[in-house]
């Protein structure tokens, strides 16, 4: 069954034309577009000539977004000793052992990011069924399993975001707030893309980046031409 376009959306998607748009061009049309009754994010979709069944296609990877987030990040901390002392000065919102793994396992999800020390990751690997579909089970790829915990608690604070491919090959990730102007839109969306670059899977053969859409949460979507985001030169001060 075809799903219905509300009378909101169609009035929006007659703004958007068939082709790709320059990158603050494109932004300036997100903004416009984002008519939600509340604050909505401004998403990134980009599909990638790779496919990651197989192990040297895979993407996942952290950027860190130099002009934030927009949202207010719940850092869990599992770790031991004086590492949840450590977690909790550092700012972390939860922090604990074996009894915060209970209390995950009990349903509890007050968190958005999940941090852990190496030494319980074989404790936390019971998590994985809940956490893995979450994609919030800590990975080294991810930044979220090290000892250093007060570092990765103010870079994920900050604006660092975890990411990665889906099955077919599209990345779907937040860059920032609709409500944030185009330009610092522009300097994430420019990080996004330079660190998509850089991790590229060894595996990936051909042309790499197939398509660039940004879209509000609620808005319609607007092709970004990738060689112009790629040329661009950005100071991100």
Known sequence: MAKKVSRRLQELQKKVEERPYEPLEALQLLKETATAK?????????????????????????????KGTGQVVRIAVIAKG??????L???ADLAGSEELIEDIQKGMMDFDCLIATPDVMPLVAKLGRLLGP?????????????TDIAQAINEFKGGKLEFRADRTGIVHVMFGKAAFSAEDLLVNLQALQETVDRNRPSGAKGRYWRSLYV?????????????????????AA
Not at 54 to 59: F, G, P, S
Request: proline share 7%.
């Open 38 to 66: 509340f604050g909505e994010a401004a998403e990134a979709h980009i599909r990638l000539g790779i496919d990651p069944k197989y192990a040297d296609q895979q993407l996942r990877t952290t950027v860190s977004l130099p």
């Open 82 to 87: 004086e590492k949840v002392k450590e977690a």
């Open 89 to 91: 000065n550092a700012g």
């Open 134 to 146: 979450r994609g919030l089970m800590p990975s080294p790829k991810g930044g979220t399993v090290t």
């Open 215 to 235: 879209s509000a949460t609620m808005g319609p979507s607007i092709e970004v031409d990738i060689s112009a985001l790629r040329d661009l030169k950005i100071d």
